[in-house]
């Protein structure tokens, strides 16, 4: 079963506007992180919040999470048509092995045209 | 340096079959993981490694499933007696410490269609 819910599940927008991607989440969490996956390729990691972060940027990214909430956003802004790709929120637990399981999102897929 | 690889990227299984599918980690990761992604859905977790460990086989589906990781480096998940929803990419992730929170390196997949 998956932790996460992003909504939107699709979103379509013209290059250069912004594009903002929520993410819910079910459990207690150590950190939030987001992936992109464009068509037929592998996940890619774009940013990690700690729970005890309200906000990270990187680059044209904003990420917030709010633990009270279990709930976190990813803005891209001034997005470009190469942004176009499914984007995943993820959350990881930690276990007693000194690891941490990623647990996903469906996923929203965004399409930026030029 | 080379990130994580996967072979083969493509597999057409007939139903019954079994099938490899085999995933090189970064050199000198420590911890290894499998995830399965159905069409349209997020990747769910398959099976932990660490080193040549399996510590957390908790999401593979059923005993026709299994993963290996003999020596700590290559990884192999085998699926016996193929079904049509085993159809999925399989992807592959590594991460090179135990413990923190790290991002994890994902492969291609490989894209396993049962027919």
């Known amino acids: 079963s998956q932790q996460g819910e992003e909504d939107p599940q699709a979103l379509s927008i013209q290059e250069g506007e912004n594009a903002t991607m929520n993410c819910s989440y079910k459990t207690s969490i150590n950190n939030l992180q987001w992936y992109r996956q464009n068509s037929g390729r592998g996940l890619v990691h774009l940013i990690l919040i700690r729970s005890n972060e309200r906000e990270k940027h990187s680059g044209r990214l904003r990420v917030t999470l709010d633990t009270s909430k279990k709930s976190s956003s990813l803005l891209i802004t001034a997005s470009r048509a190469a942004d176009t790709a499914s984007y995943f929120c993820a959350t990881d637990e930690r276990f007693s092995g000194g690891y941490n399981k990623l647990i996903f999102g469906a996923g929203t897929r965004l399409a930026v045209h030029p | 340096g080379a990130g994580v690889s996967q072979s083969p990227r493509y597999k057409v299984a007939k139903r019954g079959q079994d099938v490899a599918l085999r995933c090189d980690p970064i050199?000198?990761?420590?911890?290894l993981f499998w995830y399965q992604q159905a069409l349209g859905q997020g990747p769910e977790f398959l099976t932990y490694?660490?080193?040549?460990?399996?510590?957390?086989k908790s999401g593979l589906p059923s005993d026709r499933f299994f993963a290996e990781r003999p020596e700590g480096s290559v990884s192999t998940l085998k699926i016996q007696r193929t079904q049509q929803e085993d159809s999925a990419v399989y992807l592959c992730a590594s991460i090179p410490q135990l413990g923190l929170a790290y991002e994890q390196y994902f492969g291609p997949g490989t894209r396993l269609t049962v027919t």
């Open positions: 050199s000198g990761h420590v911890s």
């Open positions: 490694f660490q080193n040549e460990a399996q510590l957390d």
